[in-house]
């Protein structure tokens, strides 16, 4: 399995612009999360899936954050319209379930200018 | 929200010396889980130590867990410079999401 793929790895977009994350878990995993980790913030959860639903969405900071997973081998992540603040990494994992660990992403450096 | 503080916030040690990262956490957890990040990289599951187990190996690393005082332990042994790198703990505050502590950065010299 080539893991957690994340794409792209870098984007460097423009106040107000439509920014799309993409992530393919690892098959057979029922649970995929998206983090940010920042300097100032740490690592935080935005939302997380179980067998593509979305069960916990208290930390999206925003309603321009929107977060879809059609399948179980896709998921997205959009900012709508984004801003200088949303400038971090943001990264995908999966699970088997709680018993287990997280696989992460290389995660997707995104920058706000 | 971050539920784990590690500590130390930074750590420097040398080649061969062991390397002791503490975290503490705020509710009950069915498992406290460490992870490493290497920079600029996603972050890699090291361990997991369930609620009703008191300490764990693997290799050169040893995790001890205090549920009575909400803390962990991290312990590498004879350290390498590759070891050098960015660890954190994670708890599941009773549910199916992981919260991150805070981070330790070791820093191993040759």
């Known amino acids: 399995d080539a893991g957690v793929i994340q794409s792209p790895r870098h984007e460097v977009t423009e106040m107000g612009q439509e920014v799309t994350l993409r992530c393919k878990p690892i098959s057979g995993h029922d649970y995929l999360f998206w983090y940010r980790q920042t300097m100032m913030r740490g690592l935080e959860l935005l939302i997380y899936f179980n067998n593509n639903v979305p069960i916990d969405d208290s930390g999206m900071p925003e309603d321009r954050f929107s977060a879809k997973m059609p399948n179980a081998s896709f998921s997205t992540l959009k900012i709508q319209p984004s801003e200088p603040r949303d400038s971090a990494v943001y990264f995908c994992a999966s699970s088997g379930g709680m018993a287990y660990g997280y696989t992460f992403g290389s995660g997707t450096r995104l920058t706000v200018v | 929200s971050q539920q784990g503080e590690e500590d130390p916030q930074a750590l420097s040690i040398q080649e061969g010396e062991n390397a002791t990262m503490n975290c503490s956490y705020k509710t009950s957890i069915n498992n406290l889980q460490w992870y490493r990040q290497n920079s600029g990289r996603g972050l890699v599951h090291l361990i997991l130590?369930?609620?009703?187990?008191r300490e764990k190996h693997s290799g050169r690393l040893r995790v001890t867990l205090d549920t009575s005082k909400k803390s962990s332990s991290l312990l590498i042994t004879a350290s390498r410079a590759a070891d050098t790198a960015s660890y954190f703990c994670?708890?599941?505050?009773?549910?199916?999401?992981?919260?991150f502590g805070t981070g330790t950065r070791l820093q191993v010299f040759p």
């Open positions: 130590i369930r609620s009703n187990e």
């Open positions: 994670a708890t599941d505050e009773d549910t199916d999401k992981l919260i």
